[in-house]
């Protein structure tokens, strides 16, 4: 059964330096996004993706954040400059198509920025 | 802004009982999705809710969901250890991202 996958599966990183978190959606689904969960607390929605660009983010997404589809298979999300809040578990997802169909999960890229 | 809730947040409940989860949502969706998570891991989508009044049932889970009234419910019939998990609504809006709830963790014992 086709699934979402992300590399790495933990991450740690010092304050200030580049990560780039990596997922491979499901094949043919061409909706994509990307979640954070503060450890304990409830996903939070980052960021949209379609037709290789950005449809809707939220406030979290600010200029430190960047998601790029560079082929036919990968989706990244790169944070520039780490700030310690951003320790969390990110979590990419896919869906098919709109109107309604699930979105997947992949099982998630635990970052500790310390 | 879009506020998702949920109650109770917390639920410890004695294998074979019943018990229902409410998600209530403060602005207008017609589709509701219901996730499962289990400690450390990922999201596994239990339920999609697609239109006023849909009922879904899987094994001992069954939701339900009122647009009119934004309120969704799972309900949980006579409780299993394997059921402990945390549960998340979430209601779909605009490209279609999810707004995920409190969250509930349910806990079953003998």
């Known amino acids: 059964e086709p699934e979402v996958t992300q590399t790495p599966s933990h991450q740690v990183t010092q304050m200030g330096q580049e990560v780039i978190l990596r997922c491979v959606p499901i094949?043919?689904?061409?909706?994509f996004y990307w979640y954070r969960q503060i450890l304990g607390q409830k996903v939070e929605f980052l960021v949209s993706?379609?037709?290789?660009?950005?449809?809707?983010k939220s406030e979290i997404f600010d200029d430190q954040f960047s998601v790029e589809r560079p082929d036919g298979s990968n989706f990244t999300l790169k944070i520039r400059s780490t700030k310690l809040e951003d320790s969390a578990m990110y979590f990419c997802?896919?869906?098919?198509?709109?109107?309604?169909?699930?979105?997947?999960f992949g099982p998630g890229t635990r970052l500790t920025v310390t | 802004e879009l506020k998702v809730e949920q109650n109770p947040l917390f639920l410890s409940m004695q294998e074979g009982k019943n018990y229902t989860i409410y998600c209530n949502y403060s602005?207008?969706?017609?589709?509701l999705y219901w996730y499962r998570q289990d400690p450390g891991k990922s999201l596994e989508s239990l339920f999609v809710?697609?239109?006023?009044?849909a009922v879904k049932q899987e094994g001992r889970l069954m939701a339900s969901l009122d647009t009119k009234a934004r309120l969704s419910t799972l309900h949980i019939t006579a409780a299993v250890h394997d059921l402990s998990a945390t549960y998340f609504c979430?209601?779909?809006?605009?490209?279609?991202?999810?707004?995920f709830g409190t969250g509930t963790r349910l806990q079953v014992f003998p």
């Open positions: 997802a896919s869906r098919k198509n709109m109107g309604g169909s699930e979105q997947y």
């Open positions: 094949s043919n689904h061409l909706y």
């Open positions: 993706f379609y037709n290789n660009e950005i449809s809707e």
């Open positions: 602005t207008t969706s017609d589709r």
């Open positions: 809710l697609l239109s006023n009044g």
């Open positions: 979430a209601p779909g809006i605009s490209s279609d991202k999810l707004i």
